[in-house]
């Protein structure tokens, strides 16, 4: 009795084991033995728990009936059946080089958005049901494996065209008939040829993925091309050396003026950012910022140019020079304590509040709306100016714009290289100009560049304009230089 106890503990450690080892759910694990068990036992119910031996029989045929499946789940994806993401890797390795044929990766848009409107169970079902319409495709691939939640991998020995992978799209676009609507999905897809060499399976993974990341336009399929994975390095070496750049003062601040057109002052500076990579050389902030956000590391890199604006504005009072400064944030700055981190910078320094203003881009403004109104309310009422950023260029609408906590718009140089070649344009800009004026918005152009644009801005009441035709952006040495000129020592109220 006591062995057979025994064996039975070994063999479920066993098992145990064996399905943590291979990536087998445990929950599911669990689940389908007590199934078992229950069918073993529906004959014998009530169960007897004081009789060991009675209760043996059924578990050791369950874990048996367990076993015996097992070999057919290990590296399989339980829902579709498809081969995972590991089973792939081993499948493909003895296969290289691979030299002919195409890897093909397929990814369903906003997948979660169906298991939020329908259920796990019904997302379940259509993923079933498009493993099936893939199983079906008639080109035949040599190879279907699952990837993760919605993404698909094919591997097919000979070229694909675009009309097969087109036929294909539109095949896995039909409505799928779960439940009681019939469910549309969007598919996007990304081609590696195989007729060069790729050094190994990874390799191969990464490039078909670069691929689908370039599907962003119709017909949403994009094929890898030699290169992209360089342009994908300088990426990651661009976030791989930004806490070293943050490090050894690699990156400065830039500070560009913008000027009142009524009277011609100086009346604020913008910080930019600049980068000069050792290997790389000077890096645009248009360039490294996103990429930045992208990897989470935004927050350090705002928190940087918080201190050194901050430290900036508190050594020019210092020098007599009273002229606000504007830094640029993004909207995972508006993620964290943003008031307490400047009120806290502010007090640090003993910079007055009005001595600093925020640039946001509307993208920054509606993510997560209610949030950023109330921070920047809370921002405001301390003192400090908020203008939108880089206006015209995203969805743009005063309409929405006139209940935002907000001082300032900049209308964005692609409005204003508009105006000269488009009658239009023109006629939009007035329009947004008096409507910004009605709702107490302040309005600046930027990279205004020549006389006549100045001019056009003038005629049209724009109150600041910032751009070469003022000033560059410069090093804050060179900016003092320029402080008599700039008219930075007299008269300086900070409003715009
Ligand atoms: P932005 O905030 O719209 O900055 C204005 C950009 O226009 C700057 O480019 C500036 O150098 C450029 N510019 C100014 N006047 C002229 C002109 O007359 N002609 C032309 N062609 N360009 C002009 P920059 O410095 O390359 O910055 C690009 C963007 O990077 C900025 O756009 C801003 O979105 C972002 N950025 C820069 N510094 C920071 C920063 O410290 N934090 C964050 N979050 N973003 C930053
Ligand atoms: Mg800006
Ligand atoms: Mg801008």
Redesign the pocket.
């Known amino acids: 009795m006591i062995y057979l106890l025994i064996g039975v503990l070994v063999l479920l450690s066993l098992v145990m084991a064996v399905s943590i080892w291979r990536h087998y759910r445990l929950k599911r694990f669990i689940h389908r033995l007590a199934n078992h068990v229950r069918e073993q036992t529906e004959h014998t119910l009530p169960l007897d728990f004081t009789d060991v031996p009675a209760l043996m029989l059924p578990l050791y045929t369950a874990f048996k009936a367990l076993l015996r499946q097992l070999p057919a789940n290990i590296g399989r994806d339980p829902l579709t059946g498809l081969p995972n993401r590991a089973n792939l890797k081993k499948t493909l390795a003895p296969l290289m080089p691979l030299t002919h044929g195409a890897l093909v990766l397929l990814n369903i848009e906003q997948f979660r958005f169906v298991n939020d409107l329908f259920g796990f169970h019904t997302g379940d079902k259509v993923l079933q049901a498009f493993a099936l319409r893939l199983r079906q495709f008639s080109s035949q691939p040599r190879f279907i494996a699952r990837m993760g939640g919605d993404e698909f991998l094919l591997f097919f020995d000979t070229v694909v065209e675009q009309t097969q992978l087109l036929t294909l799209q539109q095949l896995l676009q039909q409505p799928y008939l779960v439940g009681n609507a019939p469910i549309g999905l969007k598919v996007k897809i990304g081609v590696l040829q195989l007729a060069t060499d790729h050094a190994d399976v990874s390799q191969m993974l990464r490039r078909v993925d670069l691929a689908l990341k370039k599907a962003t336009q119709p017909p949403f399929i994009a094929q890898y091309q030699h290169g992209d994975d360089q342009a994908n390095q300088r990426e990651m070496s661009i976030i791989n050396s930004l806490p070293k750049a943050l490090q050894q003062q690699q990156l400065y601040?830039?500070y560009?003026p913008k000027q009142a057109l009524v009277s011609g002052q100086c009346v604020q500076a913008?910080?930019?950012?600049?980068w000069e990579h050792p290997e790389l050389g000077r890096i645009?902030?248009?360039e490294f910022?996103p990429l930045a956000?992208c990897a989470g590391m935004?927050g350090v890199?705002?928190d940087w140019?918080l201190d050194a604006a901050v430290a900036q504005l508190a050594r020019w009072q210092q020098q007599g020079i009273r002229l606000p400064l504007a830094?640029?944030?993004?909207s995972s700055?508006f993620e964290q304590d943003v008031v307490g981190k400047i009120s806290a910078k502010l007090a640090e320094y003993q910079v007055d509040a009005s001595l600093l203003a925020l640039?946001l881009?509307e993208r920054t403004l509606v993510a997560n709306l209610p949030d950023t109104q109330q921070k920047l309310r809370e921002l405001r009422a301390l003192g400090i100016k908020v203008a939108i950023?880089?206006f015209g260029t995203g969805h743009s609408s005063l309409a929405y714009l006139k209940d935002l906590p907000v001082d300032e718009i900049?209308i964005?140089?692609a409005f204003l290289d508009d105006l000269l070649i488009n009658p239009n344009a023109l006629k939009i800009m007035r329009c947004s100009i008096q409507l910004a004026h009605q709702l107490g918005f302040s309005v600046t152009v930027?990279?205004?560049?020549t006389a006549a644009q100045r001019q056009l801005l003038v005629k049209l009441g724009v109150d600041v304009i910032?751009?070469?035709?003022f000033a560059?952006?410069m090093r804050a040495a060179e900016l003092v230089c320029h402080a008599e000129k700039l008219h930075l020592f007299s008269n300086m109220d900070g409003d715009i």
């Open positions: 601040l830039v560009q913008e910080a930019l950012m600049r645009s902030p248009a910022i956000e935004l890199v705002s140019v830094i640029n944030l993004s700055d640039e881009t950023d880089d900049k964005d140089k930027e990279g205004v560049e910032q751009g070469l035709i560059k952006p």
